[in-house]
C-alpha cells in the first residue's frame, strides 16, 4: 500500500470516528436536556409546593397555639383559616402534576393535615 493510500485511509478513519463520536454527543446531549427540562417543570414545581404545604404547617401550628392561648383572638382565627385554604390550594397543585408513585405519598399527608 503506498503511503498517499496509507494517509487517505487514515483519514477517512479519523472522519468517521469523529463523526461517530458528534453523534453519539448529540444524542446524549438531548437525553439530558430532556432529563433538565424534567426536574425544571415538574420536580422544581413540586418542591416549591412541597414548601408551600411545609409554610402554611407552620402557619397553622401557630395560629392553633394562638387560638388556644386566647380564644377570642379573631386574627388567630382568620391565620388558621388562610393557612388551612392555601395548603389545600398547594396541596391540589402537587397532586396534579405528581407522578404516580408520589401521590400515595400525597394522600398520606393530606391524611396528617
Same mark, same amino acid.
Given at each position: 500500500?503506498?503511503?498517499?493510500?496509507?494517509?487517505? #485511509?487514515?483519514?477517512? #478513519?479519523?472522519?468517521? @470516528?469523529?463523526?461517530?463520536?458528534?453523534?453519539?454527543?448529540?444524542?446524549?446531549?438531548?437525553?439530558?436536556?430532556?432529563?433538565?427540562?424534567?426536574?425544571?417543570?415538574? %420536580?422544581?414545581?413540586?418542591?416549591? *409546593?412541597?414548601?408551600?404545604?411545609?409554610?402554611?404547617?407552620?402557619?397553622?401550628?401557630?395560629?392553633?397555639?394562638?387560638? #388556644?392561648?386566647?380564644?377570642?383572638?379573631?386574627?388567630?382565627?382568620?391565620?388558621?383559616?388562610?393557612? *388551612? %385554604?392555601? @395548603?389545600?390550594?398547594?396541596?391540589?397543585?402537587?397532586?396534579?402534576?405528581?407522578?404516580?408513585?408520589?401521590?400515595?405519598? #400525597?394522600?398520606?399527608?393530606?391524611?396528617?393535615?
Amino acid at each position: 500500500m503506498s503511503v498517499k493510500k496509507s494517509l487517505v #485511509l487514515a483519514l477517512v #478513519l479519523n472522519i468517521i @470516528f469523529w463523526v461517530l463520536t458528534l453523534g453519539v454527543f448529540i444524542i446524549r446531549n438531548n437525553v439530558l436536556s430532556s432529563k433538565i427540562e424534567h426536574t425544571i417543570t415538574v %420536580e422544581q414545581a413540586l418542591l416549591l *409546593n412541597y414548601n408551600e404545604m411545609y409554610a402554611q404547617g407552620l402557619q397553622a401550628g401557630q395560629a392553633t397555639r394562638n387560638v #388556644l392561648l386566647n380564644p377570642k383572638d379573631d386574627r388567630a382565627i382568620e391565620n388558621h383559616k388562610k393557612a *388551612n %385554604e392555601d @395548603f389545600a390550594r398547594a396541596y391540589q397543585m402537587a397532586l396534579s402534576m405528581a407522578p404516580a408513585e408520589m401521590k400515595g405519598r #400525597l394522600v398520606t399527608i393530606e391524611k396528617l393535615w
